[in-house]
Every structure is written in C-alpha cells, then in structure tokens.
C-alpha cells in the first residue's frame, strides 16, 4: 500500500543546532514529495516540493530536502534552527489518484 | 495571487445540528479544491475532492457531504453532527493533480 511515514513523532533540538526530519515512503512510481509546515492553529504552509530533476532540493525559510530513491527516503534538514521553526512537519505525497498523502508529522520543539 | 478563505475560524456546535463549513479561493480558475480534516495530534485525512464544479469525490464514507456550486466554491455540510466530527478542518486548491495544495487557515470545529 502507498503511505507515507514520519518515524519521529516529536524531535526536540537547541536553536543553532542542526535538524532532520524523516521521511519514507512506500510508493511503486515516480513519486511527488512535498514537505509542509503548521504552526500550531494554523494552515499548512508548503516548504519544499520535488517533482523531478536535482534530488536536493531548496526550500524557504532556511530548509532543504534530499531525495533517495534507494532509500524512499525525503529527509529535511536544516543547518541552524531558530526558535520560530517551533512547529509540526508533515511530508506529503502525491499519488496517481488526485490523492496526496500525508504522513502523521513530527512536532518539533526548539530549546533556548 | 492566489488567496484562499475560510469560515468561520471557530465553531461550536451540539451533537444533531447541521453544519456548513465555507472555502472560496481567489485569483485562479478551475482549480481541484479539498476537504481534509485533522483531528487532534494527528496527521491529515483527505474527506472530498473537486476538480470541477458539481463534480465531487469522497473518500471516506460518514455523514458529511461536499458540494462545489460555483468554480472557486467548495462547501462542507452535515445534516446530523456527530461527537466525532469535531476537528480542524482545512480545505485546500491546487492547479493540477500533480501541484502542490494551497491550505486555508482552517476551521476548528467542536461538537458538544
């Protein structure tokens, strides 16, 4: 079955450390990754997409996404976290459908 | 640019009422339009799907209905509200199955 999963429910980092998120996912063709946002009572907001082409991938705010086909894997990261990137991740894919699929997130907590 | 709405931000509602829940999207035309809800801590569920007017896709079976009467239009109903329909509910547009989804800031409904 296609899915998408986010092994870490709840990462906690200091700001100015290093982050990555990750992302697997379970999908025979081509896939469309996305990587979303959401402050807490808010909409989700689009980081970073990866159709095609280079399989690192910039994004705003700072964050970048590797594609590995060998690993289903579409990790974000991002150099030195700051406080405002408090929030829930959520990856997505896009199925053949008109159906994207969003694994359950991974809540991230920065430390002063 | 493209902006999307909806309202209310906040409802509570009894258990048995009805329910209408509004998207209206700006500055595009004929996009694919969703209905996802998310309920506390978890991931996203798509419920319905448009990529037309009057045309509409569900994905769960329970007691919501989705219409679409105007291009830009998306509409969320309920006849008989459940405990279990409360949540956050966001509706979505994008330009093409393969796009990414645009999120509305949500609607946090509660059902007493």
């Known amino acids: 079955a296609q899915s998408v999963t986010q092994p870490d429910i709840h990462i906690t980092v200091s700001e100015g450390a290093s982050l990555e998120l990750r992302c697997n996912y379970s999908?025979?063709?081509?896939?469309?990754l996305f990587w979303y946002v959401q402050s807490p009572g808010q909409g989700l907001q689009l980081l970073l997409k990866y159709f095609s082409g280079d399989t690192l991938v910039q994004g705003i705010k700072g964050f970048e996404a590797e594609f590995k086909r060998s690993q289903s894997s579409f990790n974000l990261r991002k150099p030195s976290v700051h406080w405002s990137d408090a929030a829930e991740y959520f990856c997505?894919?896009?199925?053949?459908?008109?159906?994207?699929?969003f694994g359950a997130g991974t809540r991230l907590t920065v430390k002063p | 640019s493209q902006t999307i709405h909806q309202w209310p931000a906040t409802l509570v509602q009894p258990v048995g009422s009805p329910l209408s829940l509004e998207c209206t999207v700006e500055?595009?035309?004929?996009?694919?339009l969703y209905w996802y809800r998310q309920a506390a801590g978890r991931g996203l569920q798509l419920l319905f799907y448009?990529?037309?007017?009057?045309?509409i896709s569900s994905e769960v079976p329970q007691n919501l209905s989705a219409s679409r009467p105007q291009d830009r239009q998306f509409i969320l109903s309920s006849k008989k509200l459940l405990l279990s329909d409360s949540g956050f509910y966001l509706c979505?547009?994008?330009?093409?199955?393969?796009?990414?989804?645009?999120f509305g800031p949500g609607t946090r409904l509660t059902v007493l």
């Open positions: 500055g595009t035309s004929n996009p694919n």
């Open positions: 999908y025979g063709a081509t896939p469309y």
């Open positions: 979505a547009w994008s330009a093409g199955i393969y796009n990414e989804q645009f």
């Open positions: 997505a894919v896009v199925l053949n459908n008109n159906d994207m699929r």
């Open positions: 448009s990529v037309g007017i009057g045309q």
